[in-house]
């Protein structure tokens, strides 16, 4: 058998005629080849761009000697379960010729799994080494599938690649028709939208993804139309999305509107912003009705106008202010000259004050609501009651005295005034026992 590679070696043996690559030594690649010990008719050495020079296949069995490291990713084991199976450069592989091998380089119908390198064979045998991809074919995607992209549908090992995970966890595959005809998708918004339900509205970002709740609900002529109905969930509103085939583009029908970007391109749709939709029929009415056309051409004619007066409002009113530039940016300068000074002294303020009650929370600035508020505040004679708390002992002790009435019974207002001296007494010398200035 000559080989494609001019220089590639060929040796034959009595049970054996094997291809090696010529970048390994000879007396390693023969080592493998004695080294086996069951019958084979042919063996394979990958070169050193990792490329097969020729292999013919006529037993059950191939047998390849590695030039680099490889992963295979389907094989069978004692028990006919699929493995995966690393080796490194210049080991020994058998691949059974009875396994249906993932993966045809060059082959419609495939799709490709990062990660993994696999040596995969043609029809005709001839095997090609793939780095750092794996190419499935349909019918076997969940043999490479990658876990992390599958969160809670996890494969039991004795079971992986006999079944899917849907089937396992009884769940419905994404994207599944249900029996009324829907099926839930993920959608990503092409534009920004307001959103009526918010109070006050707010906007959704273009780009944003929703689970959408996808139904067929009509044709614009064969063309389905498809309508999208998704879920705000700051609000909990719903809004429909539609297709428009007509003008190749989306329409928001309920729950909120488009944002307006003031392009000059963009023009209000049909069943848009409160626009009307119009059948044929009308709308041919309305192509041939003279006075229609009229009233249209009058109202351009006054948005036109109205718009001309506000652009040269606003053109005049720039001129006035940007007559003398120099003036106006120093007139600029010196108001943010005192500002910039006032602002210094009030956060010197702000710090001396949160230093003085040892806090690092940051204070907000005074305002004459605060002003107002200060001043109606009255502690009474708050300052004397203390002066006169803090000229007492801090246990006196008096002798009683004997009332000077004729009646022994205090009255009710005598009794008042005594707790209220006591209480208030108290109070001072609990709050400052010292008798110090607090």
Not at 150 to 162: V, Y
Not at 321 to 335: A, H, M, Q, Y
Request: proline share 5%; hydrophobic share 30%.
């Amino acid at each position: 058998m000559a080989s494609t590679d001019p220089q590639a070696t060929t040796t034959t043996s009595s049970k054996s005629h094997f291809i090696y690559n010529p970048y390994m030594p000879p007396s390693l690649a023969e080592q493998h080849v004695m080294a086996a010990g069951y019958p084979f008719v042919s063996t394979t050495v990958l070169d050193k761009n990792c490329r097969l020079n020729e292999h013919r296949h006529h037993s059950k069995n191939t047998h390849l000697i590695l030039a680099g490291s490889i992963t295979i990713v389907k094989s069978l084991d004692d028990e006919g379960r699929f493995r995966t199976a690393a080796k490194g450069p210049g080991t020994w592989v058998t691949l059974p010729g009875d396994v249906d091998y993932i993966g045809v380089p060059g082959e419609e119908g495939c799709t490709f799994v990062e990660g993994h390198t696999v040596l995969s064979p043609t029809t005709a045998n001839r095997f090609y080494w793939r780095g750092g991809t794996i190419r499935v074919p349909e019918g076997h995607r969940e043999v490479a599938r990658m876990q992390g992209y599958n969160m809670g549908k996890w494969i039991s090992p004795d079971l992986e690649g006999t079944t899917t995970g849907n089937k396992v966890h009884h769940k419905r595959a994404p994207g599944t028709l249900r029996k009324d005809g829907t099926q839930t998708v993920r959608f990503e918004m092409p534009f920004a939208v307001w959103c009526n339900h918010c109070k006050p509205h707010a906007i959704i970002g273009q780009g944003v993804r929703f689970n959408a709740e996808k139904k067929k609900v009509g044709y614009y002529y064969s063309t389905p139309i498809w309508c999208f109905r998704i879920k705000h969930v700051t609000c909990g509103g719903l809004l429909e999305i539609r297709t428009d085939p007509k003008n190749t583009a989306y329409v928001v029908t309920e729950g909120g509107k488009a944002r307006d970007y003031g392009e000059p391109e963009d023009k209000v749709r049909e069943g848009e912003n409160g626009v009307p939709i119009l059948t044929a029929a009308e709308r041919e009415r309305r192509r041939d009705d003279a006075f229609a056309q009229l009233e249209g051409r009058v109202e351009e004619k006054a948005a036109v106008k109205s718009n001309t007066k506000r652009i040269d409002e606003l053109y005049r009113a720039r001129e006035r202010d940007w007559d003398d530039p120099w003036s106006v940016n120093k007139r600029l300068r010196t108001s943010f000259r005192h500002e910039r000074k006032v602002l210094k002294r009030e956060e010197d303020a702000t710090e001396a004050l949160k230093e003085r009650l040892g806090t690092a929370i940051d204070l907000l600035p005074e305002t004459d609501e605060d002003a107002r508020r200060a001043k109606l505040v009255s502690y009474g004679d708050a300052e004397v009651e203390v002066n006169s708390a803090d000229g007492k002992a801090l246990f006196e002790r008096k002798a009683p005295q004997r009332p000077t009435s004729s009646s022994s019974k205090p009255t009710k207002e005598s009794r008042k005034d005594a707790l209220r001296r006591r209480l208030i007494t108290n109070t001072r010398a609990a709050l400052n026992p010292f008798g110090g200035q607090t």
